[in-house]
Each structure stands twice: as C-alpha cells, then as structure tokens.
C-alpha cells in the first residue's frame, strides 16, 4: 500500500495494545538489539505458562511475541521485569544489533535509552526500524529504515555518504528518527519517502561519496567461542527451552529466529545446534489455526518438506515473518501454494522446492 492512500494509523501490536489473532490476543515484546538477560528471560517464559500458549515466538526484528494471552497482569510482570522501561515508547523500541559485535550491541542499549528520552519519538510508526551494525554487513541488510554500519549511515539501505564515529552514533539516529516525524506525512517506512536527503542534511559529520555494501549471512548456527548459537523450530520457542537458555546465562535474540546463547547450554534441549539441519532453510507464519486469514496450515506444510533451499511459507498475501535476505516465496492458495508464483499441489511441494534448490 502506497504512503498516499492509507488512511488509517499504524497498528503494529505491542503489550498495551496487542493484535486480536484467531488464537487469542498477541503481545510484541521489543527487545532493543535483541539482548535478554537470564532473569527476563525466565520472567517472559513464566509469562508463556501463566498467561499465554506457553511458547515465546521469535520474530524477523529479534522481537518475542506472546501468543494466546487471555488472561491479564502481562503489562505489570514485564514492568516488573524491566521490559517495559517507557509505557508511551514500547512499540516504537525497534532497534537491531550485529548479535556479536560489542559496539552495536552497547549502541543499541544507549540507542534505546536515548529514544525513551525524547517524547516525541512516541510518535515513530511501530514499523520504524533502527539498525547498529558492527560492520559485519549482518543487519545492515535487515531493512532498517536508518541503519549506523561501522561509521556510516545508511538509509533504506542505501548509503548517504555521512559518516559518523560511534560516540556520535546515536545522536545521528535520533536526528534521523525526529526529521522523519517532521517530513513523513502519512509514510511508515523512509523508503517510503521521495526524498530522504532532509533527514541527515543537518547532522554533523565527514561528507564522503556513498558506497555499495555488501552485507553478511546472519549469525552462523553452532558454537562461537565461548558461546552457541541455536534455533527454535519456526521460530516457536517452549517455555521449558527459554528456562534452559536462561540456566546458561544471558542471551541474544537474532532477527534470524535464532538465539545467541552466551554460556554452556545442557544437551537435548530440542533446539537446533546444527549448521546443516535441514530446517533451518525454512521459515513460516502462524498459519493456521492461530491466523484467520490463513489459507493452510502452513508450519505442518512446511514441516513436510524437509530439506529445501531457504523458502518462507506464508498462509495469505501479507506474508507475515518473510526474510529479508533471498528466498524462496511460497503462498498458499485455496488448493495448493504459489512457489515464486508457480502453481504446486500442496502434495508436490518437496518436489518442487528440491528442484528450485538445484537451478
């Protein structure tokens, strides 16, 4: 939908108001760079158990949502917990991190508590989109509508030309963020705009010619160090799994549904330690029967497959969760799917996707 013809406001689901699903009400928890401490963690895993379907749900913004909440007292236990420093800025809270990188994640903590400062930034659509990238080229390529890459600032991706050293860092993207608020009109996103020069003319720092960057894979699945990453299945993380991650320490959550665990995880846990398992090539919505606008159950459709090149299963045209980096696209229909537009029977999709793998 273009900027011009909306007419009604961004309703992007957070803790005060979430998003009425066919499962029951979803709540977004934004966690700014992704960063969780063990104590959070158990707090929202507690949360799942008590007051929802039991499962933290990673997102494609390194978000967890809360799924099925029926019952109340969400709002107080994450204020309890501490994650939800400003009531009036909690779906505004977008900000990615490179989950390995010691400046962006330190950025996006100083980011986040510059951005509760600012009142007006209450205002931001919840689809705005910060990003801090270490210079890995990893979110960088995650769609952020203004992105700090090592020094350079990048909007909708593409390079400005400004550079800004890190301790200027965040000043920049609170600049970037007020000029947006002033110039948006009714746009949600700066790629949106036809004219993004406003939003970093009056921002100090080296004018260069900008550059093509290339970005990265996000963070590789296995150990890292001292630390490991792991991935739920679709992204759907059990309460008991969170507590595991939350025994070994602290933790980073990946726009890649995957989780940067930053201790020694126990065995058997379920979660994919294994860079060649073949789901981490697939990715899904809800589907049915938590979504009413799904037109299959698309996790138990994809979970059929197998192996496959990476694909993102969508039950309807909004396509819920799609990456950003390339993918496969598969659709479903009334009575089968759409694979990049192709018309498959639901019963042919492994076939299918095996033969996309090899062109």
């Not at 860092?169 to 110039?183: G, K, P, Q």
């Amino acid at each position: 939908m273009s900027a011009s013809a909306r007419v009604r406001a961004d309703a992007c689901p957070g803790v005060f108001a979430t998003h009425d699903a066919a499962d029951g009400p979803l709540a977004r928890v934004r966690l700014p760079g992704g960063a969780i401490t063990a104590d959070r963690l158990r707090a929202l895993a507690d949360a799942a158990d008590d007051l929802g379907d039991g499962a933290l749900h990673l997102t494609s913004r390194g978000n967890i949502q809360l799924r099925g909440v029926t019952r109340p007292g969400l709002a107080a236990r994450l204020t309890s917990a501490g994650l939800l420093p400003s009531p009036s800025h909690e779906r505004v809270r977008n900000i990615l991190a490179s989950p390995l990188s010691d400046v962006a994640q330190e950025l996006a903590a100083a980011l986040d508590k510059a951005l509760c400062t600012v009142p007006e930034l209450a205002e931001l659509p919840g689809r705005f989109l910060f990003a801090l990238d270490g210079g890995e080229g990893d979110v960088a390529g995650e769609g952020a509508d203004v992105c700090w890459r090592d020094g350079a600032v990048l909007l909708a991706g593409q390079d400005t030309g400004l550079r800004v050293p890190a301790e200027h860092a965040v000043d920049a993207l609170i600049s970037v963020a007020r000029a947006f608020l002033r110039t948006r009109g009714t746009a949600w996103r700066v790629s949106e705009l036809s004219d993004t020069k406003p939003l970093v003319g009056g921002i100090p720092g080296e004018r260069t010619e900008p550059e093509v960057f290339a970005t990265g894979p996000g963070l590789p699945i296995g150990p890292i160090g001292d630390a490991i990453a792991v991935a739920p299945v679709f992204g759907r993380l059990t309460s008991a799994q969170a507590r595991a991650i939350a025994r070994a320490g602290n933790a980073v959550v990946t726009p890649w549904r995957s989780i940067l665990v930053r201790g020694p995880l126990e065995p058997d846990t379920g979660l994919v330690a294994d860079p060649d398992a073949p789901s981490l090539g697939i990715s899904a919505c809800i589907g049915r029967p938590g979504c009413a606008k799904s037109l299959a159950d698309v996790r138990a459709d994809a979970a059929r497959v197998g192996r496959a090149p990476r694909a993102h299963f969508a039950g309807c045209g909004r396509r819920c969760g799609k990456p950003a980096h390339e993918h496969v696209d598969v659709l479903a229909t009334e009575d089968g799917y759409l694979v990049d537009g192709a018309f498959v029977p639901a019963g042919e999709l492994a076939k299918a996707l095996a033969e996309k793998g090899q062109q």
